[in-house]
């Protein structure tokens, strides 16, 4: 995809001083492919220019004039996930070198230098990470040897992390993963589960469940006990709900893409409220994360000609696409990006307020593509971060925690026969370089 470079941005301001006089002049000199400088320059401040936009994980070597031979530089990377040293210092000549080594993910990384010249000097350079090909995510656990010991058919599909550990939903229930990915299923009592399909946490540590073709919102209890809250709305019965997410204020989404639907409940008062889509030019709702700053809902579409039967759209229609309702006022929503894939599904954010999520692609009524993008904070864009195995669905994201690696991003798998193989179960995982944003509650 077509992505916008960034501008750079070098900010040179000095601190302690409010002479104008002294402000930081411009930089001459230029910097050699090496990193190099063809005439020393005698003004404080980074030679040559600092690039838009370079590959990630790639090291970049800036040259920085200080104007004083052995002066501090000290280094850190605020944004992207990457790597520099702590302190550098200038040479006899007055110049400094920082290799900085950028993030993995294409994102923008930002390095924020300080000189310890007299007046001292803050230096801010951004880049924007690239990609020249997908990364390459994977396996992890053994969930799908458990599901062919149990001889299930089904699949997985969502995943969340609680404070006992990895919950994954499988056919007619939970399994735990360990850290070391040892699966077992959960003993759970109470009303049957069929098909879970969203799992979200609320504040009491309380799982919900979107039990898809139990056509039911289920509740599970930290010991295994499971009821159903609610199976209709405004007297209609729900038809395939699908994912689930709280907000702040502790009140629940439950998406319905086949009621083109999003459902908001608050589980104290049972009130609920919709907001419905047009299937036939936006898709129905599926995947759901609340915004970093708690104001909007970001949700992931799909279409549902063949998923729900719904007629005016074709089956073929790549109509599925990422929207923004405000929760200040459930009735708005703005699209972010259309026409992404055929189907949209998980999302999740890391601590960055970089957003990740899932689009699937078709060609000829196969599965072309199932691929994560990420749209970076702040941008318009969104870029493709990794693909799926060959005849492999991803389905679901969510970031690590404690001992699972919180700069991890793990990945639920999706089996739908015949666009699958029966291995597209399970887990795997990408490591990110950046940490992730905790789901609420």
Same mark, same amino acid.
């Given at each position: 995809? +077509?992505?916008? $470079?960034?501008?750079?941005?070098?900010?040179?301001?000095?601190?302690?001083?409010?002479?104008?006089?002294?402000?930081?002049?411009?930089?001459?000199?230029?910097?050699?492919?090496?990193?190099?400088?063809?005439?020393?320059?005698?003004?404080?401040?980074?030679?040559?220019?600092?690039?838009?936009?370079?590959?990630?994980?790639?090291?970049?070597?800036?040259?920085?004039?200080? !104007?004083?031979?052995?002066?501090?530089?000290? $280094? #850190?990377?605020? /944004?992207?996930?990457?790597?520099?040293? $702590?302190?550098?210092?200038?040479?006899?000549?007055?110049?400094? #070198?920082?290799?900085?080594?950028?993030?993995?993910?294409?994102?923008?990384?930002?390095?924020?230098?300080?000189?310890?010249?007299?007046?001292?000097?803050?230096?801010?350079?951004?880049?924007?990470?690239?990609?020249?090909?997908?990364?390459?995510?994977?396996?992890?656990?053994?969930?799908?040897?458990?599901?062919?010991?149990?001889?299930?058919?089904? &699949?997985?599909?969502?995943?969340?992390?609680?404070?006992?550990?990895?919950?994954?939903?499988?056919?007619?229930?939970?399994?735990?993963?360990?850290?070391?990915?040892?699966?077992?299923?959960?003993?759970?009592?109470?009303?049957?589960?069929?098909?879970?399909?969203?799992?979200?946490?609320?504040?009491? !540590?309380?799982?919900?469940?979107?039990?898809? /073709?139990?056509?039911?919102?289920?509740?599970?209890?930290?010991?295994? $006990?499971?009821?159903?809250?609610?199976?209709?709305?405004?007297?209609?019965?729900?038809?395939?709900?699908?994912?689930?997410?709280?907000? =702040?204020?502790?009140?629940?989404?439950?998406?319905?893409?086949?009621? =083109?639907? *999003?459902?908001?409940?608050?589980? &104290?008062?049972?009130?609920?409220?919709?907001?419905?889509?047009?299937?036939?030019?936006?898709?129905?709702?599926?995947?759901?994360?609340?915004?970093?700053?708690?104001?909007?809902?970001?949700?992931?579409?799909?279409?549902?000609?063949?998923?729900?039967? +719904?007629?005016? *759209?074709?089956?073929?229609?790549?109509?599925?696409?990422?929207?923004?309702?405000?929760?200040?006022?459930?009735?708005?929503?703005?699209?972010?990006?259309?026409?992404?894939?055929?189907?949209?599904?998980?999302?999740?954010?890391?601590?960055?307020?970089? %957003?990740?999520?899932?689009?699937?692609? #078709?060609?000829?009524? #196969?599965?072309?593509?199932?691929?994560?993008?990420?749209?970076? =904070?702040?941008?318009?864009?969104?870029?493709?971060?990794?693909?799926?195995?060959?005849?492999?669905?991803?389905?679901?994201?969510?970031?690590?925690?404690?001992?699972?690696?919180?700069?991890? %991003?793990?990945?639920?798998?999706? +089996?739908?026969?015949?666009?699958?193989?029966? !291995?597209?179960?399970?887990?795997?995982?990408?490591?990110?370089?950046?940490?992730?944003?905790?789901?609420?509650?």
């Amino acid at each position: 995809m +077509h992505r916008t $470079a960034l501008i750079l941005v070098a900010l040179i301001s000095v601190l302690g001083c409010d002479d104008e006089d002294d402000a930081s002049p411009a930089i001459d000199g230029s910097a050699a492919a090496d990193g190099a400088v063809d005439a020393g320059p005698t003004s404080p401040g980074f030679v040559g220019e600092v690039p838009a936009e370079a590959p990630a994980n790639e090291v970049l070597t800036l040259t920085i004039a200080t !104007g004083v031979p052995d002066v501090a530089v000290q $280094a #850190q990377v605020t /944004r992207g996930g990457g790597l520099v040293p $702590a302190e550098v210092r200038s040479s006899d000549d007055g110049l400094a #070198q920082v290799r900085w080594t950028l993030g993995r993910m294409p994102v923008d990384n930002e390095l924020h230098l300080e000189l310890g010249t007299s007046p001292p000097l803050t230096l801010t350079a951004q880049v924007r990470g690239s990609l020249a090909e997908p990364l390459a995510a994977e396996p992890f656990g053994d969930v799908l040897a458990l599901l062919e010991a149990e001889g299930v058919e089904g &699949s997985t599909e969502d995943l969340v992390f609680t404070a006992a550990g990895l919950l994954v939903g499988v056919p007619e229930g939970l399994a735990s993963v360990t850290p070391d990915g040892t699966a077992e299923r959960l003993a759970l009592s109470g009303d049957a589960i069929v098909a879970p399909l969203g799992l979200a946490l609320d504040a009491d !540590g309380m799982l919900w469940m979107a039990d898809g /073709r139990g056509s039911a919102l289920r509740r599970v209890s930290p010991d295994g $006990a499971v009821d159903t809250p609610l199976t209709e709305v405004e007297g209609a019965p729900l038809q395939g709900p699908n994912y689930v997410a709280f907000d =702040a204020d502790g009140r629940l989404y439950l998406s319905d893409p086949c009621r =083109a639907e *999003i459902i908001r409940y608050d589980p &104290s008062s049972g009130e609920t409220v919709t907001h419905a889509f047009d299937f036939a030019t936006e898709g129905g709702p599926n995947g759901m994360a609340v915004t970093p700053d708690g104001t909007g809902l970001v949700v992931l579409t799909e279409n549902t000609g063949l998923l729900c039967m +719904h007629r005016g *759209i074709a089956i073929d229609d790549e109509v599925a696409g990422a929207f923004l309702i405000d929760l200040d006022d459930f009735s708005q929503r703005t699209p972010l990006a259309t026409r992404l894939g055929l189907f949209g599904d998980g999302l999740a954010y890391d601590a960055e307020g970089n %957003l990740y999520v899932i689009f699937d692609k #078709q060609a000829n009524f #196969q599965l072309e593509e199932s691929a994560i993008l990420v749209l970076p =904070a702040g941008g318009t864009e969104f870029t493709k971060v990794a693909v799926a195995p060959p005849r492999t669905l991803f389905a679901n994201l969510a970031f690590g925690q404690g001992p699972y690696g919180e700069t991890m %991003l793990y990945i639920a798998l999706l +089996h739908v026969p015949p666009f699958t193989d029966a !291995g597209s179960r399970g887990l795997m995982r990408l490591e990110t370089g950046l940490t992730g944003l905790p789901l609420r509650p």
